[in-house]
């Protein structure tokens, strides 16, 4: 059957939802309200702000992080936000991100939950008896250009106040999410819908039709990659400025509306995912007491959007409003707060840990292989109830003093499923590609080695690392066979050597023979065909290694 092609489905989609669309128009019969309703808060019905704010992180995308050459492999590295002591990653981390899928997931949160927050800001003023451009606050162009400078603040907010090398803008989208969600609950449940359906449809039309078939992968939990505590910042940080608004105007959406959608998003959006780094590159998942902080999250959104002027406590003058806006900052100052030594760490303080370890330099980086050394980020500081102090990571690890940058950036797990790994690595002023590459064999019962290379560019390999023999587990005539990873010889990937022993001494080593060929060692014969190695003797041929192959 021949392939559609896939202007066809485009067309099919848009033909689709114009009439779905024109249906729903034909329906709702809104005789210019829905025009009227938009140009009541926007100038000329647009959202300005959010658009200007959509183009800004698009621009630093294609433009800083070299999306525009480099669309599905942007500069990341040096735009995350390490610490306070590399200000450009405090500036830039909340608003860079580590590819494609990564930045149109957050542009279309902007497009959805921006537009909801610029239009419960409102370009005009919303006071009675107020008028516009009679002084700026009241000056549409003025409310505009606040909305993307309180937009910025937050990106530098995130960037500052994240717990670990953030990098990404959803921290904001999270932000604008609160703001509209305490003015708006209703509609900021039906735009995360209209939002997974954008994220749908954009899928549709890269992919119209996909093929797949079952084959192993690499992935961590998906819970594992949410930034639970940058996000949660970002939507108190809404939620607090959305509050002190419909405070200031006297404008208050319904408590339990606002209580059930804070628990809906929350939900959603996966803030129930706390999870700390376990031993070994693991980690541990507390659903239980995610899921219990959810309905905390609930109600101190609710609070924060329903509380009334009535006093609290009378004899300081305290009243509901101030105690509950006040309970929502002190929530946003220790959740921020979290971050703040971490941030404040530098090599100098911790060490790299990798003195043994063999790098290679590219600008002001050195991209090390290193395995089983401890995370300098993990286990700077011990928390309650939490082992830290035994989290190791193996991989390639990308250091840079200057930068006060120490990450992994290619795990070994990650190095034995895809066996080449670029990472680029570099700044405003210049870009590096550093390779990694593994080749290994795996010893039929008794597990696998490999050699680990590093290059930069087209330059030379280096050699990096070897990993301890490995031993097949069945015997012929009385002979073990090792496949043992041979130090040195960057250039060649398949620097391998077979030695046989009876036990008790080496009986003979050669290097694994080309593919086709075959060689005597220790009184057998060693053979080679493809990826699999067997020996021979006396007429019994037995399989000891198989080469490990790479997705």
Not at 36 to 48: A, N, T, Y
Not at 143 to 167: D, E, H, K, Q
Not at 229 to 240: E, P, R, S
């Amino acid at each position: 059957m021949a392939a559609v092609p896939p202007f066809v489905w485009y067309l099919v989609i848009a033909a689709t939802a114009l009439l779905s669309g024109g249906m729903l128009y034909a329906l709702a019969r809104p005789g210019g309200r829905w025009g009227h309703h938009l140009r009541s808060r926007f100038v000329l019905g647009v959202p300005w702000g959010t658009l200007v704010v959509v183009a800004l992180v698009l621009l630093f995308y294609l433009l800083p992080q070299g999306g525009l050459d480099h669309w599905f492999r942007p500069l990341v590295i040096p735009y995350r936000a390490w610490s306070y002591f590399y200000p450009l990653g405090i500036l830039s981390g909340g608003f860079a991100h580590s590819g494609p899928g990564h930045l149109i997931g957050n542009l279309i949160g902007t497009l959805t939950f921006g537009a909801l927050a610029e239009y419960a800001w409102s370009h005009f003023p919303t006071g009675r008896g107020s008028q516009s451009f009679r002084s700026s606050p009241e000056d549409p162009r003025a409310r505009i250009a606040a909305f993307v400078g309180a937009t910025l603040v937050a990106g530098v907010f995130m960037g500052a106040f994240s717990l670990g090398p953030v990098i990404g803008f959803s921290g904001v989208v999270f932000a604008f999410a609160g703001f509209a969600l305490v003015r708006y609950p209703l509609a900021t449940i039906g735009l995360l819908l209209a939002g997974d359906l954008l994220d749908l449809a954009y899928q549709a039309l890269q992919q119209p039709v996909l093929t797949a078939s079952p084959r192993p992968t690499f992935s961590t939990p998906f819970w594992a990659e949410i930034a639970i505590q940058g996000h949660a910042i970002g939507f108190f940080f809404g939620v607090l400025l959305g509050a002190a608004v419909v405070a200031r105007r006297a404008e208050r959406a319904s408590p339990p509306l606002v209580w059930f959608a804070a628990l809906l998003f929350a939900t959603d959006r996966g803030l129930w995912a706390v999870y700390t780094f376990g031993e070994g590159n693991t980690f541990v998942l507390y659903r239980a007491g995610g899921v219990a902080l959810l309905f905390l999250v609930a109600a101190l959104v609710a609070s924060g959007a329903g509380a009334t002027a009535r006093d609290l406590v009378p004899s300081i003058d305290l009243s509901r409003r101030e105690a509950a806006l006040g309970l929502l900052a002190s929530v946003l100052v220790a959740l921020s707060l979290v971050a703040v030594p971490y941030n404040l760490l530098t090599i100098a303080d911790t060490g790299t840990g990798l003195d043994e370890a063999t790098g290679v330099e590219a600008g002001d980086y050195t991209v090390y292989y290193a395995e089983d050394v401890p995370d300098r980020f993990v286990t700077a500081f011990d928390v309650p109830g939490v082992r830290t102090s035994n989290v190791t990571v193996s991989g390639a690890i990308v250091v840079s003093e200057r930068r006060n940058i120490w990450w992994e950036e290619a795990s070994k797990r990650r190095l034995a499923f895809s066996g080449t790994r670029r990472i680029r690595v570099g700044g405003p002023t210049y870009r590096r590609i550093v390779v990694v590459n593994r080749t290994g064999w795996s010893a039929l019962g008794g597990g696998t080695t490999y050699r680990i290379r590093l290059r930069v560019d087209d330059r030379p390999w280096k050699f990096a690392y070897r990993s301890l023999p490995a031993t097949a587990d069945a015997t012929v005539a009385g002979r073990n066979v090792t496949v043992e990873p041979l130090p040195g010889q960057p250039g060649d990937p398949d620097a391998f050597a077979v030695n046989v022993s009876n036990g008790t001494e080496r009986l003979g080593r050669v290097p694994i023979p080309a593919n086709g060929s075959r060689v005597a060692v220790g009184g057998l014969e060693v053979s080679r065909e493809g990826r699999a190695l067997y020996v021979a003797r006396n007429g019994t041929r037995v399989q000891v290694a198989r080469k490990e192959s790479y997705n």
